[in-house]
Structures are given as structure tokens and as C-alpha cells.
């Protein structure tokens, strides 16, 4: 059966919402609020079980938008680096405090957030490196398990490339695309895969095209140097937020 409390749907719908607007490739740490959100009404782990199959529906919109936007490079080093960070997210995650992990999330956000603001200037651009993009990638698999918080990891690698804003969003989608994939093994072992958690899922999937349209129509009206502006504002915003909820 459905959940079947109003208030639920009163905070998902605009969860799934704004997922759609970042797959659409606008403002993407915006996308991880829907877990916190949906979290306030039921528990974290069933919110992360009822967006997965809701997050892939929009990857494999995501990936067709973008399907010739993004960098090889960089897919090659992060994807097998992710898949070690789901496999130790599995693993242990349980044995670990999600405040505490919404804590070093929010300290990271802020800190790379303030870095862009203040020295971003001065900052030299970055080039595709395996060490960072190897450690970043696994971090990245390994919270996007737990809370599907895996786009502070990697914008933290990917932003300072400075890459065309809409090879980041594609490089972003084909990433999250295949990491959600692999997590649906691990959500089924846990048990999270249930017929409430998916019937849900499939009533609330109607709404992420909406999200994604207004995402995808937002990119293409907006210069890259405003969209890093509005995706590191984001960033401190929702970094502050995650830090709160940890405290």
C-alpha cells in the first residue's frame, strides 16, 4: 500500500521537485535536500529507498539530454573509485551516526563554498587528476549510499575544472546514473525495496518530469559564470543546513 499520510506528500512532492530541477542540471546541491525533507516525516533510510527508483527514472532523462555533453576523463577515474565507496558505504554505514556524516558534508560545503567566493579569482583551474578524483569519487559513492548526498563530493572535484556547464551537468548525470544503478543491489539487501516504498515511489515519479524540464530550461538561459555562482551559493546554503541538523 501507499504511505497514506498527507503530510508526507505535502514535503515529497517538492522534494522530488527540486531533484528534478538539479538532474536538470540547475543548482545541483540543491538535490540534497530530499532526503533531510522527507526525513522530517519518516526515516531517513525508507526517504533514501523511496527516491532511489524516482532518481534513476530521472538519470536516464538526465543522460539522454546530455547524452554528448560530458568528459571521459574524468568518468573514468571517478565510476570504479564510486563503487568502492558504495561497497564500504553498505558495509558500514550502518555503524556510523548520519549526523555525523551530515556534519562533515556541511563543513566541507561550506569551507569549498567560501574558497569560490572569496579566492575564486585568484584561484588557478584545475586539471583532471586519478588521486583526487580517485579519493572524491569514492567519498562520493559512499554518501550518495546512505543519503544520496553524493553531489557535494563531487562537485568539490569537478567545480574547480571550471568545465562548460553543461559538460559538468552531463559528466553529472552519467556519473549518478550508473552509481544509482549499482546501490539498487545493496537497498534490495537491506530490505528497502519493499511494495510501499516502490508503490510510492511510483506515485510521486509524475512529478520529477516537472523538476527536470524547469532545470533544463534554466541552464539554457543562464551564462556558466552565473550558474557556478548560484551552485556555490547553493552549496553554502544547504552546507550550513546539513551542519545544523548534524549539531
Known sequence: MLINDPIFYLVSVPAVILYGIAKGGFAGPLAILGVPLMSLVIS??????????????QDLISIYS??????????????????IGIFMGFLWFSLLSENNIRIFLGLLA?????N?????K????TNVSILKGSFWGSVSGFT??????????????MLPQKLNHRVYVGTGAIFFGVVNLIKLYPYYLLDQLRIENLLTALFLIPFAP??????????????????????YGCLFIIGTKLLYDGL
Do not use: C, M
Not at 546530455?66 to 563503487?83: E, G, S, T, W
Open 44 to 57: 531517513p533510510l525508507q526517504a533514501a529507498a523511496i527516491l532511489l527508483p524516482i532518481l534513476i527514472i
Open 66 to 83: 546530455y547524452r554528448d555533453k560530458f568528459h571521459l576523463q574524468n568518468l573514468l577515474i571517478l565510476l570504479p573509485a564510486a563503487v
Open 110 to 114: 561550506i569551507i569549498f563554498s567560501l
Open 116 to 120: 569560490y567566493f572569496l579566492f575564486s
Open 122 to 125: 585568484d584561484s588557478p583551474k
Open 144 to 157: 550518495s549510499f546512505g543519503i544520496h548526498a553524493g553531489g557535494l563530493p563531487f562537485n568539490i572535484y
Open 210 to 231: 516537472l523538476g527536470f524540464y524547469i532545470g533544463y530550461k534554466l541552464t539554457q538561459k543562464i551564462d556558466g559564470e552565473r550558474f557556478y555562482a548560484i551552485t
